[in-house]
């Protein structure tokens, strides 16, 4: 086999079905020899190729693949590379480079790949030879996969893909330096069981790690086993059915009243599979200030580096959680629960932009409690607007980018989802700003006969920074309004049919007209530029200084 070839075999081999890529020159042997056996989806533009391999790989569980050629197609996948990095999402990235005899000549179309990429994934590869790929290509498919995963990029220059390889080259993975963790953790855990038993405050966190260790039982096992409260990062979203009696909802800047002032108040707080963001803990010295903190990740990196724990476990927080529930008696706390059932929901005024997303849960409640509905957003307002309103029952039902906050990551990560998930409906919830920075991938959701459903909120402005700008800036609102195209036009230029609300009152009937629609459709729902996220949680300030409302005239 040649080189590119034996890149086939092994993607096959890995149980890859599915890739999302663009070709171009250095990787046009790599697309001679495409087997008929791996589907391709042709995006139209490469970021929207590693985008939607991290739709799919979230939405699925499974690896997502995308493919693109050197230079200017390698580049373009960064931003998407850089969102599953910071998200721990499983992606292998394919990039095509000139031959190993044009390296550092500044060839046509030659980057630096290696370099550019190094700080975006978890490990990358330059193969110079071609006894090496074999090797190199099942490496990266199983760092992609295994611990904390993310995105792994193989560089593979022309005539590497081209060179012939003989029978029986080595591919087993050699990673002398690439420790999972094994060690026994048992007087950690047995630690954090007594702390935990004897706790009278004790909550519970889980982040974006839990639905990667498929652990979302064995949460609520603990929590109604020993009576825990539990809240959720924006990425834990979906652990704990919203209509838990023990869940209490998001914290973080924007999160809900009850969660944010239960952090606070808490004697003990267990977070499983969080990072801390800044937009979770808000000023990290006064973060859960009456709590002994007790951290579980599988990333060692990740305790104590941006909040003390006082008892850190490195390990799976599936086989924690096991440990735990055996160790941790049977409680009950109703004077805790009362306390925090008693915090004040304080949902604040109900604007076009909420009332929507309440209407969009409405029409979807019962594919979403059977977990037949997956819920892609962009980044913005209307983001968080989904976090808040949109009762999530089950992992991996949201896809959102979280630590990057990439705008134009909806559309193609829902291209991705739908793929992955062809029995399920896909919604994407945007903005102007968001679907214009990936606004030709509706060419691809047509020419995949991709049945996608858009809710776009549309404000006319960049809703998130205006907001920003009338509270913290005096109002000065610079560089914000957006004139956007005509929608329902647009959409039927590409060949999707679109409807325009612009009464909420009839947000229901046009929403199920939207999600009754065979194919993909969209439905363009005006919204004042004036509408806020709240509550939130200013910049440096703790989680529970939360402002509530809001006004012209409030600003400091």
């Given at each position: 086999?040649i080189?590119?070839?034996?890149?086939?075999?092994?993607?096959?081999?890995?149980?890859?079905?599915?890739?999302?890529g663009?070709?171009g020159?250095?990787?046009?042997?790599?697309y001679?020899?495409?087997?008929?056996?791996?589907?391709?989806?042709?995006v139209r533009?490469?970021?929207?190729?590693?985008?939607?391999?991290?739709?799919?790989?979230?939405?699925?569980?499974r690896?997502?693949?995308?493919?693109?050629?050197?230079g200017?197609?390698?580049?373009n996948?960064?931003?998407?590379?850089?969102?599953?990095?910071?998200?721990?999402?499983?992606?292998?990235?394919?990039?095509?480079?000139?031959?190993?005899?044009?390296?550092?000549?500044?060839?046509?179309?030659?980057?630096?790949v290696?370099?550019?990429?190094?700080?975006?994934t978890?490990?990358?590869?330059?193969?110079?030879?071609?006894?090496?790929?074999?090797?190199?290509?099942?490496?990266?498919i199983?760092?992609?996969q295994?611990?904390?995963?993310?995105p792994?990029?193989?560089?593979?220059?022309?005539?590497?893909?081209q060179?012939?390889?003989?029978?029986?080259?080595?591919?087993?993975?050699?990673l002398?330096?690439?420790?999972?963790?094994?060690e026994?953790?048992?007087?950690?855990?047995?630690?954090?069981?007594?702390?935990l038993a004897?706790?009278?405050?004790?909550?519970?966190?889980?982040?974006g790690?839990?639905?990667w260790?498929?652990?979302?039982?064995?949460?609520?096992?603990?929590?109604?086993?020993a009576?825990?409260p539990v809240?959720?990062?924006?990425?834990?979203?979906?652990?704990?059915?919203?209509?838990?009696?023990?869940?209490?909802?998001?914290?973080?800047?924007?999160g809900?009243?009850?969660a944010?002032?239960?952090v606070?108040?808490?004697?003990?707080?267990?977070?499983?599979g969080?990072?801390?963001?800044?937009?979770?803990?808000?000023?990290?010295?006064a973060?859960?200030?009456?709590?002994?903190?007790?951290?579980?990740?599988?990333?060692?990196?990740e305790l104590g580096?941006?909040?003390?724990?006082?008892?850190?476990?490195?390990?799976?927080?599936?086989?924690v959680?096991?440990?735990?529930?055996?160790?941790?008696?049977?409680?009950?706390?109703?004077?805790?629960?009362?306390?925090v059932?008693?915090?004040?929901?304080?949902?604040?005024?109900?604007?076009?932009?909420?009332?929507?997303?309440?209407?969009?849960?409405?029409a979807?409640?019962?594919?979403?409690r059977?977990?037949?509905?997956?819920?892609?957003?962009?980044?913005?307002?209307?983001?968080?607007?989904?976090?808040?309103?949109?009762?999530?029952y089950?992992?991996?039902?949201?896809?959102?980018?979280?630590?990057?906050?990439?705008?134009?990551?909806?559309?193609?990560?829902a291209?991705?989802?739908?793929?992955g998930?062809?029995?399920?409906?896909?919604?994407?919830v945007?903005?102007?700003g968001?679907?214009?920075?990936?606004?030709?991938?509706?060419?691809?959701?047509?020419?995949?006969?991709l049945?996608i459903?858009?809710?776009?909120?549309?404000n006319?402005?960049l809703?998130?920074?205006?907001?920003?700008?009338?509270?913290f800036?005096?109002?000065?609102?610079?560089?914000v309004f957006?004139?956007?195209?005509?929608?329902?036009?647009?959409?039927?230029?590409y060949?999707i049919?679109?409807?325009r609300?612009?009464?909420p009152?009839?947000?229901?009937?046009?929403?199920?007209?939207?999600?009754?629609?065979?194919?993909?459709?969209?439905l363009h729902c005006?919204?004042?530029?004036e509408?806020?996220v709240?509550p939130?949680?200013?910049?440096?300030?703790p989680?529970?200084?939360?402002?509530?409302?809001?006004?012209?005239?409030?600003?400091?």
């Amino acid at each position: 086999m040649i080189g590119a070839e034996v890149l086939w075999n092994c993607l096959r081999q890995a149980g890859v079905e599915v890739i999302f890529g663009y070709p171009g020159g250095a990787v046009m042997p790599v697309y001679d020899v495409l087997p008929a056996s791996i589907r391709h989806v042709l995006v139209r533009h490469e970021q929207a190729a590693a985008m939607a391999a991290d739709g799919y790989a979230r939405a699925t569980g499974r690896l997502g693949v995308c493919i693109a050629t050197s230079g200017p197609g390698a580049l373009n996948l960064l931003c998407g590379l850089a969102n599953a990095f910071l998200d721990s999402v499983p992606v292998l990235a394919i990039t095509g480079q000139v031959s190993t005899t044009l390296l550092g000549r500044d060839a046509f179309q030659e980057t630096d790949v290696f370099g550019a990429t190094m700080s975006v994934t978890k490990h990358n590869y330059l193969v110079s030879r071609a006894h090496d790929l074999p090797r190199v290509l099942n490496e990266a498919i199983y760092l992609a996969q295994t611990g904390r995963k993310g995105p792994v990029l193989v560089d593979l220059p022309r005539d590497v893909a081209q060179a012939e390889l003989p029978p029986g080259v080595d591919s087993a993975p050699r990673l002398p330096g690439y420790k999972l963790q094994r060690e026994d953790n048992s007087a950690q855990v047995h630690r954090a069981a007594e702390a935990l038993a004897a706790a009278s405050r004790p909550l519970l966190l889980v982040g974006g790690g839990i639905k990667w260790a498929r652990a979302g039982p064995l949460v609520l096992e603990l929590a109604e086993k020993a009576e825990l409260p539990v809240a959720s990062t924006l990425m834990g979203l979906g652990t704990v059915p919203a209509d838990h009696p023990l869940y209490l909802g998001m914290i973080g800047m924007h999160g809900a009243v009850a969660a944010n002032r239960a952090v606070q108040e808490c004697d003990l707080l267990l977070a499983l599979g969080v990072r801390f963001s800044d937009r979770t803990t808000g000023k990290r010295e006064a973060f859960a200030p009456r709590a002994l903190l007790i951290h579980v990740d599988v990333d060692a990196a990740e305790l104590g580096k941006n909040v003390p724990a006082d008892i850190p476990i490195v390990g799976d927080v599936g086989c924690v959680l096991r440990s735990l529930s055996s160790l941790v008696p049977e409680r009950r706390r109703p004077e805790w629960l009362a306390r925090v059932c008693s915090f004040p929901v304080a949902p604040g005024r109900q604007g076009v932009g909420v009332r929507a997303v309440r209407a969009l849960a409405r029409a979807t409640a019962d594919l979403a409690r059977r977990g037949d509905l997956i819920l892609v957003t962009d980044v913005g307002q209307h983001q968080m607007w989904v976090a808040q309103h949109y009762p999530f029952y089950h992992p991996r039902t949201l896809l959102t980018s979280g630590g990057l906050g990439a705008m134009g990551y909806g559309l193609p990560a829902a291209v991705g989802a739908q793929v992955g998930c062809p029995d399920k409906t896909v919604v994407l919830v945007t903005g102007d700003g968001s679907l214009q920075m990936n606004l030709q991938e509706l060419a691809t959701i047509v020419q995949e006969k991709l049945p996608i459903k858009i809710l776009l909120l549309d404000n006319r402005s960049l809703g998130m920074v205006r907001q920003w700008q009338e509270m913290f800036f005096q109002g000065n609102l610079k560089a914000v309004f957006l004139r956007g195209p005509d929608w329902t036009t647009i959409a039927a230029a590409y060949g999707i049919k679109a409807w325009r609300c612009t009464d909420p009152a009839d947000l229901e009937d046009a929403l199920d007209q939207l999600l009754s629609e065979h194919g993909p459709g969209l439905l363009h729902c005006p919204v004042p530029a004036e509408e806020k996220v709240l509550p939130m949680v200013p910049v440096g300030e703790p989680l529970d200084r939360m402002i509530l409302s809001w006004r012209r005239g409030d600003e400091p």
